[in-house]
């Protein structure tokens, strides 16, 4: 069994480095705005940190083989976007297979104690997140993964054919607009109830 | 703080509780067949118990309205599906949306204690799944769930209108096809971990 003074020692060194990285992305602009004012609330609690979130997401998703490994974004919009643009987006030369996907929402938060993991479990059951749980539970770190539910995932291009219409498209990415429209509601009911709650 | 004992009681109750949830969901057929192996296996370990799983489904699933409250199956298959049977159902008269998915599995595994939690975890990742987690975490009661990534999402019908050419159709259920292919192939290796790894 592990001291508390230990688990305690470790826990400050894991969330300092944390609050570096997720300084750096801001810096870098590699985190999305809808996540910025939620990760800098986290990270400026006792017991919680977080390094990384995406707010959810519509995009174009290239795959030149079955691996994930595999796949590159050829678009990617943290917000709603003209039906017009994914259509132009598709006209471009591109390899593979392209997937339009709308990507729900993914936050990790970390903290210390499997009680403070258990908090995090139950703001989740409160603001209606449906996916989510506790992914890693070690001695001195908890880490709390949540997962939105709105989300779309369809094939629209392969080598050089676009196997849609326009106008399916048009209705495709309209839908995705809708989803992405309600998932970044749900992050920010999230925000609402983690500020009214965590400390 | 409960005692160990008290604790030790109410796990057993659970698990025999979930043990006659799963009997009768397979008496009744409730239960899709590449899943009813696994959790027998889990049924009849010592510290573990589940009383449902689907192992992933592609489906036409009719929404009235925006709410998922409102939605119900058109048509569900736990197999892979002839292409012109999907587009047969949709000829059929329908209301509201109908959307065409391909849904991953999803599991929920119940144990008595943090450390044979922190077990399911590891067994999750030696099997290459990457979704899932400590969903509840309760003296003598921790539930892991287990989630699949492979997914289809598109809307395909709106009141009478088909959105989408038969060709586009075909060509989405195929993709179905082989993804619940890689679903089912993930189901089976966590079968074989499991097999091996839990007592």
Known sequence: MEGKKKTGARFEMVKKRHAATLKKAEDEKKID???VSLCDFISG?????????CSG????????????LDSRFHRKWHEKVEPEKVLE?????TEGEIWLKMEPFIIHIGTNSLENAKKLLSLKDKSGIKRGGIITAKPGKFIVELIGTEEIS????????ILASDEFIR?????ANRK??????????FEEIVRKELR
């Open 33 to 35: 705005k809808a996540m």
């Open 171 to 175: 209705e495709i990415v309209e839908e």
């Open 154 to 161: 369809v094939l629209v291009k392969r080598g050089k054919k």
């Open 89 to 93: 987006a598709l006209e471009e030369e």
């Open 57 to 68: 997401r519509i995009i174009l998703l290239g795959l030149k083989s079955r691996s994930k």
């Open 45 to 53: 609690t006792k017991n919680f940190f977080t390094s990384s979130g």
């Open 180 to 189: 992405i429209g309600f998932n970044y509601e749900r992050v920010e009911k």
